[in-house]
C-alpha cells in the first residue's frame, strides 16, 4: 500500500470544521443551485475546491505579516520582496498584483489585440477569459498524451513542437503578441512539463521573436518533478532548476496563492523596459501604485517568506506524495484518475465514473454534487460547464477532451485521515454511479461560468 512522508510540520493553530447531517447537505445543494461556489465554506467538512490561497501560512510567515510595512509607495515590504523574486525569478521588472488573474489581465490589457492568437501548452479558465476578453483567441496546443487519462508518460503537460510550429506558421507571428506555456498545467491535470521541453517551447517562439511568458503558479512543485524525473537534474536543487527555467523566458505571471503559500497575491515579471512602463500604467489604473499592487505591505512581506518555503525540498516531498496517496487510493477503489498524479490535485475521469452522462449534461458537475452529498466534500468540475464554449465563427459548441473533477488539495492543511476520508466517500458513490443523474443549466454567464452558474437535475 501506497504511503507518504510525515508532513515536515507540526500544528500549532486550529480552525474547526464540521460534517452537518445529510438533511441538511440537500438543502445547502439546493439553496446553492447545485454550484458548489455557492455552498457556504461552514457548510463543508472537506474543502478541496482549490489549492489556491487555502495553504496554512507557516510561523515565518504570520510573523512576517506583522512586520507588513503600509507606506504607499516604496514600502520596506515591497523592497523584501523585490529581493526575494530577483534571487528566484532573476527577471529585470516586476509588479506585484493581487492576484495571478489580475497580472493575466495586466499583460493582456499590454499586448493582447482583437484578431491576436497566445498559444499555451492548456492555458487556465482565468487565462484563457483574460485573452478572450481582449479580443484575442487563447489556443493550447499540449502533446496528445495529455487527453489520454490513463498514459503515465512523465511530462504530460509538455507542448507538442510540430503543432506550435505550425500553428505559428498558419497564423503568422504577427498575430501572437506573446506565447505561453502554463507550469504545471493545471486544466490538463496538474501535469509537469519538462526542461526539455521549455527549451524547445523557447527555442521556437524565439525563433518567431515571439515573448516567451510562463504562467508559473505551480513552477516549485514543477521544477520538483523534474529532479524526480528528468535525467540530469536529480543532483540539481529545486532553485537552481527554477533560475535555468525562468532565465528561458521574457517574463511570467503567476498566482502567488499557490506556490508561495500565501492567501493573496501574484507576481507580474517582464525583461522588457517598455512593456514595464506599460504595465505600471495599467497597473496604477486597475491594481495600484507599482510598489503594492493590490495588495496590503504584509501581504507583501508573507510572499516574500513563501516563496522560499515553497522552494523547500523536504516540503516538495511530502506534498507531492500525498497528492500520490490520495490518486492510489481512489485507484485502488476502481476509481479512475489522470496518470500520473499531478503536483496539487487528483483529476478524476468523471466521464469514466459515470459513462451513462453524455458532456452536455455536465457529467463532472453531476460527480461533485454527489461527493457533496455524501461526505460535504467539495471538488470543482473541470470539464463541460468549465470549458465548452461556442465556435466564434460557426456557433457550435465546443466541448472540451476530458471531463473532470479535480480535488486540489490546499498546501499544509489536511492530514492522511481526511484523505482517507475523501477516498472512502468516493468509494461508496462508485458502487452506485449508475443511479446518478446529470444537470442542465438554469443561468450561466458567458465568461467564466462556472463560478456563477446554477443547475437543476435532469
Ligand atoms: C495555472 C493557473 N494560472 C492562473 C491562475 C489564476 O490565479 P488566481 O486565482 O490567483 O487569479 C490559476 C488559478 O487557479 C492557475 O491554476
Redesign the pocket.
Known amino acids: 500500500m501506497q504511503t507518504y512522508p510525515p508532513e515536515p510540520f507540526r500544528i500549532k493553530m486550529t480552525e474547526p470544521i464540521r460534517l452537518i447531517s445529510p438533511k441538511e447537505r440537500e438543502a445547502a445543494l439546493k439553496g446553492a443551485g447545485y454550484n458548489l461556489f455557492a455552498v457556504k465554506a461552514e457548510d463543508i467538512f472537506i474543502d478541496l475546491l482549490?489549492d489556491?490561497?487555502t495553504g496554512a501560512m507557516s510561523q515565518d510567515q504570520w510573523a512576517a505579516v506583522m512586520r507588513g510595512d503600509e507606506s504607499y509607495a516604496g514600502a520596506r515590504s515591497f523592497h523584501r520582496l523585490k529581493a526575494a523574486v530577483e534571487d528566484i525569478f532573476g527577471f529585470k521588472y516586476f509588479v506585484p498584483a493581487h492576484?495571478?488573474?489580475?497580472a493575466?489581465n495586466i499583460l493582456s490589457a499590454c499586448l493582447v489585440k482583437p484578431g491576436n492568437y497566445v498559444p499555451s501548452n492548456m492555458h487556465?479558465d482565468?487565462?484563457d477569459a483574460n485573452i478572450r476578453a481582449r479580443g484575442g483567441r487563447p489556443t493550447n496546443l499540449v502533446i496528445d498524451e495529455a487527453f489520454d487519462p490513463a498514459n503515465p508518460h512523465p511530462f504530460k503537460g509538455n507542448m507538442d513542437i510540430a503543432k506550435l510550429e505550425a500553428f505559428i506558421e498558419k497564423t503568422g507571428a504577427d498575430k501572437i503578441p506573446f506565447g505561453m506555456v502554463?507550469v504545471t498545467n493545471?486544466a490538463g491535470g496538474g501535469q509537469p512539463v519538462s526542461m526539455e521541453n521549455i527549451k524547445a517551447i523557447a527555442d521556437v517562439y524565439h525563433s518567431y521573436k515571439i515573448p516567451f511568458f510562463i504562467?508559473a503558479?505551480?513552477y516549485a512543485e514543477n521544477c520538483f518533478f523534474i529532479k524526480e524525473r528528468e535525467s540530469g537534474y536529480e543532483s540539481k536543487s529545486v532553485k537552481e532548476i527554477a533560475h535555468e527555467m525562468f532565465s528561458l523566458a521574457d517574463g511570467m505571471?503567476m498566482?502567488a496563492?499557490?506556490d508561495a503559500i500565501v492567501n493573496i497575491g501574484?507576481l507580474l515579471c517582464m525583461n522588457d523596459e517598455s512593456l514595464f512602463q506599460n504595465v505600471k500604467n495599467e497597473l496604477i489604473l486597475r491594481e495600484g501604485f507599482p510598489t503594492y499592487g493590490g495588495l496590503a505591505g504584509r501581504d507583501l512581506d508573507a510572499m516574500a517568506v513563501g516563496l522560499y518555503e515553497g522552494l523547500d525540498e523536504a516540503y516538495l516531498s511530502y506534498r507531492l506524495a500525498q497528492t500520490a496517496y490520495l490518486a492510489s487510493r481512489l485507484n485502488d477503489a476502481g476509481i479512475p484518475t489522470i496518470q500520473p498524479a499531478g503536483g496539487h490535485a487528483v483529476y478524476l475521469d468523471a466521464h469514466a465514473v459515470l459513462p451513462h452522462i453524455p458532456q452536455s449534461e455536465f457529467p463532472g458537475q453531476a460527480l461533485a454534487v454527489e461527493l457533496y452529498r455524501e461526505g460535504a466534500i467539495r471538488g470543482v468540475e473541470i470539464g463541460s460547464v468549465m470549458f465548452a464554449y461556442p465556435d466564434p465563427d460557426s456557433g457550435k459548441m465546443i466541448y472540451p477532451k476530458l471531463e473532470l473533477l479535480r480535488l486540489a488539495i490546499p498546501r499544509r492543511t489536511y492530514t492522511q485521515t481526511h484523505m482517507d476520508y475523501v477516498a472512502d466517500t468516493l468509494a461508496k458513490i462508485k458502487s452506485r454511479a449508475s443511479s446518478i443523474r446529470g444537470f442542465k443549466f438554469t443561468y450561466a454567464p458567458e465568461l467564466l461560468r462556472h463560478f456563477t452558474a446554477r443547475f437543476e437535475p435532469l
Open positions: 482549490t489556491s490561497g492576484q495571478g488573474r489580475a493575466e487556465f482565468t487565462t502554463t493545471n504562467d503558479a505551480r505571471t498566482s496563492k499557490k501574484g
